[in-house]
């Protein structure tokens, strides 16, 4: 084998490159290279998980009869004002685990740990929409790339199958995949003079996402868009981005069957809501014909548990006319929006309570 050290060369070599990829899971090269603030919600929504969980443990959440509500859901859930629900709800503990662009696999990974730690929620709130459930979703590119773990995969490959085990296992394995090392934008990031307020912010977003128990400070605090044909404009985009080759997702729907069929076993109230969007928005979901097949596909699961679906675009109970974009309320519809919650929780678990 001495003469035919060259053997060992391409080991040699894969060892140096696997070794020289870890560089690009540093904080200090991830903010050259990666523009979006996406990964930093959905890391430190790990985080969060793991001190809510030991915070129940020890007894914090409880103390004074407090009740405890989880909150699953995309971005559309992620902006209560933690002080406000602090003050109007002094007997709850409200923890947010919502990111963006979310489905039922991520939101079951998170309830899992929860349940299994030995936390019983008083209340879930679990979002719910026909996007979450296609197939040619950005699935990959956000739940699969940015949340999950290797057991969570493995107890689940015949939900996730080849293509998505084959994917994390390459996203884990190198950096690179889910970091992609596009030197010209690292050299337009490092030459650019805001670089330290950018990491800044990420810093300030991951401080602030970990004291408001997951509850993010909006970035367009009390803004809302006035002009009907901007909401119609990123209606349009928004439709054409989620759903132009729209196909179901049986995963997402034997995940989501898992979250029901937990939470009634173990009698843990959940509160299933479809949030407001704008008018423009719900006319062209109305006009989709994937809307009709959507609704009795996840109809057939929520009837099987005796669950229904709260939409918010079709109910007296709750109105807010603000929006910042045309499928985002603003940031003064989360009022009546948690209203409306406790409203359906009370309706539907706590009915003498009325």
Avoid at 42 to 52: A, G, P
Avoid at 56 to 73: I, P, Q, R, S
Wanted: glycine share 2%.
């Amino acid at each position: 084998m001495k003469t035919k050290k060259f053997l060992f060369y391409p080991i040699i070599l894969f060892a140096f490159l696997f070794l020289v990829d870890k560089i690009f899971l540093l904080d200090s090269v991830r903010l050259l290279i990666k523009s979006d603030f996406t990964y930093v919600y959905y890391e430190t929504k790990s985080q969060l998980l793991d001190i809510f969980i030991d915070k129940y443990k020890k007894g914090e959440l409880t103390k004074d009869n407090k009740k405890v509500m989880v909150v699953l859901g995309s971005s559309r859930l992620l902006y209560f004002d933690s002080k406000e629900l602090e003050q109007f709800y002094p007997d709850w503990e409200i923890y947010n685990f919502s990111s963006a662009v979310t489905t039922p696999a991520y939101y079951w990974y998170f309830l899992e740990q929860i349940l299994d730690a030995g936390v019983k929620p008083d209340l879930v709130v679990l979002e719910t929409d026909p996007n979450q459930f296609n197939i040619n979703s950005i699935f990959k590119e956000s739940n699969l790339t940015y949340s999950f773990d290797f057991p969570f995969i493995l107890r689940y490959i015949g939900l996730f199958g080849r293509d998505y085990f084959n994917y994390y296992l390459g996203k884990t394995l190198f950096a690179v995949k889910v970091n992609k090392p596009y030197l010209d934008a690292a050299f337009r990031n490092y030459n650019n003079p805001n670089l330290p307020y950018v990491e800044a912010m990420k810093d300030t977003i991951r401080t602030s996402l970990i004291e408001n128990k997951g509850h993010a400070t909006s970035p367009v605090e009390d803004y809302f868009e006035k002009d009907a044909s901007s909401l119609e404009a990123t209606s349009q985009r928004t439709i054409d981005w989620l759903f132009a080759s729209y196909k179901p997702s049986e995963m997402q729907f034997e995940f989501f069957d898992i979250i029901l069929k937990n939470t009634r076993e173990k009698e843990i109230p959940l509160i299933i809501v479809w949030p407001q969007s704008s008018k423009s928005m719900q006319d062209r979901l109305r006009a989709n014909p994937i809307l009709d097949s959507w609704k009795k596909d996840i109809n057939a699961v929520t009837d099987k548990y005796q669950y229904k679906i709260h939409n918010m675009d079709d109910t007296k109970e709750y109105y807010c006319n603000s929006f910042a974009d045309g499928g985002h309320i603003a940031k003064d519809c989360y009022r009546p929006f948690i209203r409306y919650l406790f409203l359906q929780y009370f309706k539907d678990y706590k009915p003498k309570a009325l």
